[in-house]
C-alpha cells in the first residue's frame, strides 16, 4: 500500500491528498507534526526519508518521493485514471504553468519555515509577518485570476475536469482564508475553489477531516 508522510495543515501534503483522492487511491497515511518538539521533521527518522525534511513524502514499495508537484506526476503516470494532466502538450503546459506559480513562486515565500525565520531569526512581529505573507499572496492571486481569463478555462482551471492546476489552488485558497487575506477580487479562483471543494476527492482530502488534525 502507498504511505503517505503528512501534516493536516501542510498545502503541499494537502496537494497531494487531494491527487491520491481523484483517483481513488488508497494510502496509509504517517503524521508528522511540524510543531511538536521543535518539528518531527527535523528527527532523524524522517531526515533519513527526506533530507529536505519537509512534507509529503510518499513511499510505494521500495520507491521514495518527494516534492509534491513530481509525487502527483509519478501517481498520474502510474495510474492514468482520471488523468491530471491533459493530452495535448500545449495544455500540459498551461496546466503546469499555474501549478508551478502556486508551489513554486507562492507557496515558498509563505510556508512554515519561512514564517518561522521571520518572526525568529529576523524579529519581525506578528503584523509584519501577516503582511509579507498577504503581499507575496496576493501578487500571486492577482496572476493566477489573470491566467484563468483564458478560454481554456472550464470548470476547473483548465477545461472541466480537475487538474493539477486545482490540486494546487485548493490549499492555497485554503492558507489565504486562514491568515484572512481577501479573496473578493478574485472571481475566477474563488468560483473554481467553490466547485472543488463541493467534491468529494476535495473534501476527503481537507485539513479539518485528517486524523492528525487538532
Not at 15 to 43: C, D, F, M, N, T
Not at 79 to 96: E, I, T
Not at 130 to 152: I, N
Request: glycine share 6%.
Amino acid at each position: 500500500m502507498l504511505v503517505l508522510h503528512t501534516y493536516f495543515r501542510s498545502s503541499a501534503a494537502y496537494r497531494v491528498r487531494i491527487a491520491l483522492a481523484l483517483k481513488g487511491l488508497a494510502y496509509q497515511s504517517v503524521p508528522v507534526h511540524l510543531l511538536r518538539g521543535g518539528g518531527e521533521q527535523h528527527g532523524a527518522a524522517f531526515a533519513a526519508l527526506n533530507p529536505a525534511e519537509l512534507v509529503p513524502v510518499l513511499v510505494d514499495g521500495d520507491v521514495t518521493l518527494t516534492q509534491s508537484l513530481p509525487i502527483i506526476e509519478y501517481l498520474d503516470e502510474r495510474h492514468p485514471a482520471p488523468p491530471l494532466l491533459p493530452a495535448d502538450a500545449a495544455d500540459r503546459a498551461r496546466v503546469r504553468a499555474i501549478a508551478q506559480l502556486i508551489a513554486c513562486e507562492m507557496h515558498p515565500l509563505n510556508n512554515l519555515r519561512v514564517l518561522q525565520y521571520l518572526e525568529g531569526p529576523l524579529g519581525l512581529d506578528a503584523q509584519a509577518k501577516s503582511a509579507w505573507y498577504a503581499h507575496w499572496v496576493g501578487l500571486g492571486f492577482k496572476a493566477l485570476e489573470t491566467m484563468l481569463q483564458d478560454p481554456r478555462t472550464g470548470t476547473f482551471c483548465h477545461g472541466d475536469t480537475p487538474t493539477l492546476a486545482d490540486c494546487c489552488l485548493v490549499p492555497q485558497l485554503y492558507n489565504a482564508e486562514r491568515f484572512q487575506v481577501p479573496i473578493d477580487d478574485y472571481p475566477h479562483l474563488r468560483r473554481i475553489g467553490a466547485t472543488c471543494r463541493a467534491l468529494t476527492a476535495f473534501a476527503q482530502a481537507a485539513p479539518e477531516v485528517q486524523a492528525d488534525a487538532i
